[in-house]
């Protein structure tokens, strides 16, 4: 259900994106896409892993679930005020124009909102998808209904930012309504957990922190050595990696509870479930690579327009990021379920700064191509290393690929195909039609996928 309702919601996200592309142009998407990146950053503070730790023990323990959840509200009301602080302070330093720091002066009031996102937590811990689904398309219809409008009345960036807040807003207070509803109260701001949580948590939190900053700090170096238009064409093309990160989500959002409850107690109930995880973060990574490698110039065009196509050629390296973040997603999470989460925050750290020198030399030589390819190779590092440390902890032997390594296969096919079509002159839709035709048939054929699990799928769906 959540791969169904995100993908449909990734179609609006496309579309929105696409509009505000246009309502703003390249320099001021540029200025735009920089002030959601730095806030989002600072935001990141308010939660600082916690959530992903307090998910872990409640799902060990159910019945102390309130007690953690009250630990994350209360954690964050004490860092609000802070973060606030930080954001406006960041505004007033990197605002280039008016629309710029107004817009970002507007976007800090939706920070206090964040607050009751916790209650989300709920409904993971009893793998109950239709709440978040609900509120996630509620948010994109109210967002993409304002963005339409502002694109038609010819607004700007203050009005997208006051949209940005309302709609926030309403989909936060629905979700604590459906969240009061499903447990007959609201958990409160609670001391019991606070201190447990901050010293469990705190290592995650920093390695969070420093994963969110190496993941998105070179749109920032973008903006500040090749300027606006550079990263106005650097953030459109980054948008879509951003928007898919729906696939590990909604594969995580799921199985993360399953993989806290086995560990420690059932070893092989783990190594059946991420080996699952696994399998299913290839077939959406694998198969998206493939067609950013032949499609990307249609893509770009067809998005966000001619004045973008000069960012096309980042579009695949981002591809190749994005298989390594889906993966990355698995690893991360076993880690924090290991119990191995202060090794995480050497490994974040070193991917830091290598991630900030590589930029540095990079973005002035090849501009946002230097921060795309730097992308890549900072997931490398990342993935290297926690997969080292997953297989130490679990006395791993050799990975044998099975189904991973045929959806490999897969993929490889399906790019061939493309590039064939694509010689041959076929437009845009003959590619998606290729690929939505030839990648579900590629993987039965090679039995990367079998009819059996779509037997489970359509039964569990329907039990539901």
């Not at 703003?24 to 990141?44: E, H, K, N, P």
């Not at 967002?143 to 930012?161: D, E, F, K, R, S």
């Not at 459906?178 to 469990?200: C, I, M, N, Q, T």
Request: proline fraction near 4%.
């Amino acid at each position: 259900m959540q791969v169904v309702v995100r993908v449909g919601n990734l179609g609006v996200g496309v579309v929105v994106t696409a509009l505000v592309v246009r309502t703003l142009g390249g320099t001021g998407y540029g200025q735009w896409s920089t002030v959601l990146v730095v806030l989002g950053l600072i935001a990141y503070f308010a939660n600082f892993g916690m959530e992903e730790l307090a998910l872990r023990e409640a799902a060990r323990a159910p019945e102390h679930e309130f007690e953690w959840l009250g630990a994350v509200m209360l954690l964050r009301l004490l860092v609000m005020g802070p973060i606030i602080l930080v954001s406006l302070a960041a505004i007033l330093i990197l605002h280039e124009s008016r629309e710029m720091l107004i817009a970002g002066l507007i976007l800090v009031i939706a920070e206090p909102f964040g607050g009751i996102s916790a209650l989300g937590l709920m409904f993971q811990l009893r793998v109950d998808n239709r709440v978040p689904m609900l509120v996630l398309t509620l948010r994109s219809v109210l967002w993409g209904v304002a963005v339409l409008i502002i694109h038609v009345q010819h607004g700007g960036m203050i009005a997208l930012a006051v949209a940005m807040v309302a709609t926030n807003g309403v989909g936060s207070i629905v979700q604590a309504l459906f969240a009061l509803k499903l447990v007959g109260r609201w958990p409160r701001p609670s001391r019991g957990r606070l201190r447990e949580l901050v010293r469990l948590g705190l290592p995650v939190g920093i390695a969070g922190a420093l994963i969110v900053s190496y993941a998105r700090i070179d749109q920032v170096i973008v903006f500040a050595v090749s300027g606006s238009h550079d990263a106005g064409l650097y953030g459109a093309v980054y948008n879509i990696l951003d928007q898919s990160h729906f696939v590990p989500i909604s594969i995580l959002t799921t199985l993360s509870p399953v993989l806290a409850a086995a560990w420690p107690h059932d070893r092989a109930r783990l190594l059946r479930t991420a080996r699952l995880t696994g399998e299913l973060l290839a077939v959406g990574s694998f198969g998206a690579l493939a067609f950013s490698l032949v499609a990307a110039g249609p893509i770009v065009r067809l998005i966000f327009g001619a004045e973008f196509s000069a960012a096309a050629p980042a579009l695949p390296v981002l591809g190749g990021a994005f298989v390594l973040i889906c993966f990355g997603y698995l690893n991360g999470n076993l880690v924090v379920v290991l119990g191995m989460q202060r090794r995480m925050l050497d490994i974040s750290l070193l991917a830091l700064v290598a991630n900030l020198a590589g930029n540095a030399i990079l973005v002035p030589l090849f501009g946002f191509m230097g921060a795309a390819s730097m992308t890549v190779v900072t997931e490398v590092v990342v993935l290297a290393l926690t997969w080292r440390l997953i297989e130490r902890k679990l006395e791993l032997g050799r990975p044998r690929l099975g189904r991973i390594g045929r959806t490999g296969i897969a993929a490889a096919l399906l790019t061939a195909a493309l590039f064939a079509v694509k010689l041959a002159g076929g437009p845009l839709g003959a590619l998606v039609a290729v690929a939505v035709v030839g990648y579900p048939a590629l993987l039965f054929g090679l039995r990367a996928v079998e009819p059996g699990d779509l037997r489970v799928l359509l039964k569990r769906g329907a039990a539901a």
